[in-house]
């Protein structure tokens, strides 16, 4: 589904990801964990299209295609979600309307039918429930004086209501507390299937105790410098990152 | 004889035009008002840019035009005209229609109102409320504004609005100011009046509208008296034709307790300029206005402010809110002044500008005038573009760009918007902005 080779990516001239390789098949779930700076949130980005990242070399392929010939909104047609690390606040733009605009803006470029106003509020209302959050969050703005958590919360929302194919989630158990985290695990659980593949990108363990890895990979320095299974992430937990940079770098 | 310069006689043939088929030939006092005005007004003659109030507005292509008064008899207005541009269902409001500066009997709606209002044309009301209409209009504070003047030295017709005491209009008024040249490029001078006796209340909504993109000069002054203990709700809309020019003057007085709330919203016009000015003359008084203007190619709109603070315990809050793309070009001056008596005054004035794209201009000054020491004031003013990380929010959600940047500037003016005293004001002007938006270029 997504094959990164040599990803070499530079912000301001300075290289950030150094010669990364990644291959997510369908149905998989990987972790990439790594020290603060290395570079996961940039990897999670440049696959979603944010701007001011220039590709320096490498290729990264979306189900065979070019993925740096799609805009940022053809990705998320295509089925490509980022739940952020540091969602935004959107002054004055309503959650509902959001959320209807993003699904809608997707079912029709799939040539899909627009739902109507009652036909979401119905959709959504489930989703609310199923990710734990109070109703009232939809009325408020995108995001605006949410907690910490409740932002993450609104991403795993979207997830939820969007159903990516391929999601990329950046720290989103950063801040969360034990039943939210269960929440996201949930969310990530019910939407895993052998059409469906996630990265999750996490400093902790405790997350996949609940979701649990195909595969956990350890980014440094922007390269990925080991690979293994759930297991691998039992072994940073204990030893942390230090052993494997000075392999690494032997 | 006075002799006069070419821009002053741009002034005197405007007015000879508009002089013809006045009313109240009888009425010594709106004479002599006239009369007056018309002195005042070849006084002052052209504003000049060396003039603190016009330093960032040119009136050169203004003075350029020429126009004629329209004829009184203008009758081509259809139902169907004003369709898509009223707010209210029709049992939800009285409206009165002007076009050309001519009330329309035939679309207005004023079944059922209480007895204790008066509502219709000035030119009506003036044989029959002449003593009240005398006294406000003798009142209306003398202005160093040359235009006002000039809508003075021929004062016609307009909206006439005077609640009585304690009572409540039952339903917002909708006035609709419909502009359209024809032939020829129009001049239209609306002069409103609006009384509130004591403890009265109203909400009135009003619309600067045209239905093509002719140019016309619209030159309004509207006089506000607010008597103790009232309440006015108005909401001020200005959608003309993106080739007009346009000028309203509005004049406020508040007595003691009564209160204020505007929503101004401007987004038409090839030049347009708006002065609110407020005298909060009574303790207790509190006046709201809030503000937003989005505009675009060769457009150029000016708001002034003049929120004066005479007496102890008043407030007041003015925020304002600009949207600009293209070569838009926006002015505010904002001024807040707090006499030496007017303790305990509580003012707080903002103006926030966000600028779609690169050639936008906006030219922003908030004064703050402090004679009082037990004051709470402030003023801020903001001038920024979208933030690309929120742009990228929506897109990645699937959002096309172009819908992301007019969320986003919804957004930002979601706040005035909010201030619409009904819902189907705020949804019409939403969607207007929301198209003026998508067929405009708002790419940086
Ligand atoms: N716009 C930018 N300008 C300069 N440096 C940048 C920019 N964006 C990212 N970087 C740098 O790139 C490196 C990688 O950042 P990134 O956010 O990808 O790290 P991360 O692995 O997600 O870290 P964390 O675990 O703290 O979230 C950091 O050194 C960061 O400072
Ligand atoms: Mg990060």
Same mark, same amino acid.
């Given at each position: 589904m997504?094959s990164?080779k040599?990803?070499?990516?530079?912000?301001?001239?300075?290289?950030?990801?150094k010669?990364?390789?990644?291959?997510v098949?369908?149905?998989?779930?990987?972790?990439?964990?790594?020290?603060?700076?290395?570079?996961?949130s $940039?990897l999670?980005?440049?696959?979603?299209?944010?701007?001011?990242?220039?590709?320096t070399?490498? /290729? +990264?392929?979306y189900?065979g295609?070019?993925?740096?010939?799609? /805009?940022?909104?053809?990705?998320?047609?295509?089925?490509i979600?980022l739940a952020?690390?540091y969602?935004?606040e %959107?002054?004055?733009?309503?959650? $509902?309307?959001f959320?209807?605009?993003?699904?809608?803006?997707?079912?029709?470029?799939r040539?899909?039918? /627009?739902?109507?106003s009652?036909?979401?509020m119905?959709?959504i209302k489930?989703?609310?429930?199923?990710?734990g959050?109070?109703?009232?969050? %939809?009325?408020?703005?995108?995001?605006?004086g949410?907690?910490?958590g409740e932002?993450k919360?609104?991403?795993i929302?979207?997830?939820? %209501?969007l159903?990516?194919?391929?999601?990329?989630?950046?720290?989103t158990?950063?801040?969360?507390?034990?039943d939210?985290?269960?929440?996201?695990?949930?969310? +990530?659980n019910?939407?895993?299937?052998?059409?469906?593949?996630?990265?999750?990108?996490?400093?902790?363990?405790?997350?996949?105790?609940?979701?649990?890895?195909?595969?956990?990979? +350890?980014?440094s320095?922007?390269?990925?410098?080991?690979?293994g299974?759930?297991?691998l992430a039992?072994?940073?937990?204990?030893?942390?990152y230090?052993?494997?940079?000075?392999?690494?770098?032997? | 004889m006075?002799v006069?310069?070419?821009?002053?006689?741009?002034?005197?043939?405007?007015?000879?035009?508009?002089?013809? *088929?006045?009313?109240?030939?009888?009425?010594?006092?709106?004479?002599?008002?006239r009369?007056q005005?018309?002195?005042?007004?070849?006084?002052?003659?052209?504003?000049?840019?060396?003039?603190e109030?016009?330093?960032?507005?040119?009136?050169?292509?203004?003075l350029?035009?020429e126009?004629?008064?329209?004829?009184p008899?203008f !009758?081509a207005l259809q139902?169907?005209?004003i369709?898509?541009?009223i707010?209210?269902?029709?049992?939800?409001?009285?409206?009165?229609?002007?076009?050309n #500066?001519?009330i329309?009997?035939?679309l207005?709606?004023t079944?059922?109102?209480?007895?204790?209002?008066s509502?219709?044309?000035?030119?009506?009301?003036?044989?029959?409320?002449?003593?009240?209409?005398?006294?406000?209009?003798?009142?209306s504070s003398?202005?160093?504004?040359v235009?006002?003047e000039?809508n003075?030295?021929?004062i016609n017709?307009?909206?006439?609005?005077?609640v009585?005491?304690?009572?409540k209009?039952?339903?917002?008024i909708?006035?609709?100011?419909?502009?359209?040249s024809l032939?020829n490029?129009?001049?239209?001078q609306?002069?409103?009046?609006?009384v509130?006796?004591?403890?009265?209340?109203?909400?009135?909504?009003?619309?600067?509208? @045209?239905t093509?993109d002719?140019?016309?000069?619209?030159?309004?002054?509207?006089?506000?008296?607010l008597?103790k *203990?009232?309440?006015l709700?108005?909401?001020?809309?200005q *959608?003309?034709? =993106?080739a007009?020019?346009?000028?309203?003057n509005?004049?406020?007085?508040?007595?003691s307790? @009564?209160?204020y709330?505007?929503?101004?919203?401007?987004?038409? &016009?090839?030049?347009?300029?708006?002065d609110i000015?407020?005298?909060?003359?009574?303790?207790?008084?509190h006046?709201?206005i809030?503000?937003?203007?989005?505009?675009?190619?060769?457009?150029?709109?000016?708001f002034?402010?003049?929120?004066?603070?005479?007496?102890?315990n008043?407030?007041?809050?003015? =925020?304002?809110? #600009?949207i600009?793309?293209?070569? #838009?070009?926006?002015?505010?001056?904002?001024?807040?002044?707090?006499?030496k008596?007017?303790?305990l005054t509580n003012?707080?004035?903002?103006?926030?500008?966000?600028?779609?794209t690169r050639?936008?201009?906006?030219?922003?000054?908030?004064?703050?005038e402090?004679?009082?020491? *037990?004051?709470k004031?402030?003023?801020?003013t903001t001038i920024?573009?979208l933030?690309?990380d929120?742009?990228?929010?929506?897109? !990645?959600? &699937?959002?096309?760009?172009?819908?992301a940047?007019?969320?986003?500037s919804l957004?930002?003016?979601?706040?005035?918007?909010?201030?619409c005293?009904?819902?189907s004001?705020?949804t019409?002007i939403?969607?207007?902005?929301?198209?003026?938006l998508? @067929?405009?270029?708002?790419?940086p």
């Open positions: 997504l990164i040599n990803l070499q990516v530079a912000v301001e001239d300075k290289p950030i990801l010669g990364l390789n990644l291959e098949k369908a149905g998989e779930i990987h972790a990439i964990m790594g020290p603060n700076g290395s570079g996961k $940039t999670a980005h440049i696959l979603a299209g944010r701007d001011g990242y220039e590709v070399g490498g /290729e +990264v392929l189900d295609k070019d993925l740096f010939e799609l /805009e940022t909104e053809e990705r998320a047609h295509a089925g979600f952020m690390q969602p935004v %959107l002054a004055g733009v309503n959650n $509902t309307y959320l209807k605009a993003s699904l809608n803006a997707i079912r029709v470029a040539g899909e039918k /627009e739902l109507t009652v036909e979401f119905k959709l489930e989703k609310v429930k199923f990710v959050m109070d109703e009232k969050f %939809l009325k408020r703005n995108v995001n605006a949410f907690s910490g932002k919360r609104n991403e929302l979207q997830m939820a %209501l159903e990516p194919k391929l999601a990329l989630l950046d720290e158990d950063s801040g969360l507390d034990i939210a985290l269960r929440i996201v695990a949930d969310g +990530v019910k939407l895993r299937s052998p059409d469906r593949a996630m990265v999750i990108v996490t400093h902790y363990q405790r997350l996949l105790d609940y979701i649990e890895p195909d595969f956990v990979h +350890v980014l320095d922007g390269k990925i410098i080991k690979s299974d759930k297991s039992l072994e940073l937990e204990e030893k942390g230090g052993w494997l940079t000075e392999e690494s770098a032997a | 006075t006069l310069s070419d821009q002053n006689k741009w002034f005197d043939r405007i007015l000879a035009q508009a002089v013809t *088929d006045l009313p109240g030939a009888d009425l010594t006092w709106l004479q002599e008002k009369e005005a018309k002195a005042e007004m070849l006084r002052l003659g052209k504003p000049t840019r060396k003039q109030v016009w330093r960032y507005t040119s009136v050169d292509n203004l350029k035009q126009f004629e008064s329209p004829t008899d !009758s139902a169907g005209d369709r898509d541009q707010f209210f269902a029709d049992d939800d409001c009285y409206r009165l229609v002007f076009a #500066g001519r329309v009997t035939d207005s709606r079944n059922g109102l209480e007895k204790e209002v509502l219709g044309s000035l030119r009506a009301s003036l044989g029959i409320e002449s003593e009240t209409i005398r006294s406000q209009i003798l009142a003398p202005s160093t504004h235009f006002s000039l003075a030295a021929a017709d307009g909206l006439y609005l005077h009585s005491a304690n009572t209009v039952s339903k917002p909708e006035v609709i100011y419909l502009t359209l032939e490029q129009l001049v239209v609306p002069r409103n009046l609006i509130l006796d004591e403890g009265a209340e109203a909400t009135l909504v009003e619309q600067y509208i @045209s093509g002719s140019v016309y000069f619209n030159n309004g002054v509207t006089d506000i008296k008597a *203990d009232s309440k709700t108005h909401a001020w809309f *959608d003309e034709s =993106h007009a020019y346009h000028i309203s509005i004049n406020l007085v508040q007595d307790n @009564s209160v709330r505007n929503t101004s919203i401007a987004l038409g &016009g090839v030049w347009s300029r708006t000015n407020a005298s909060m003359k009574g303790e207790g008084a006046c709201d809030n503000g937003l203007y989005t505009i675009g190619e060769k457009q150029l709109i000016d002034h402010l003049n929120i004066e603070h005479l007496v102890p008043t407030t007041s809050e003015e =925020h304002f809110k #600009g600009l793309y293209g070569k #838009g070009r926006a002015v505010f001056d904002g001024r807040i002044l707090v006499e008596d007017a303790q003012a707080n004035l903002s103006n926030a500008n966000l600028l779609l050639d936008a201009e906006v030219d922003t000054k908030p004064q703050l402090i004679y009082a020491d *037990d004051v004031c402030s003023h801020g920024g573009q933030d690309p929120h742009i990228f929010y929506l897109r !990645s959600r &699937g959002i096309s760009e172009v819908e940047r007019k969320m986003l957004g930002f003016a979601n706040e005035v918007l909010m201030s005293p009904t819902e004001m705020r019409r939403e969607a207007k902005i929301r198209a003026q998508l @067929s405009a270029n708002t790419k």
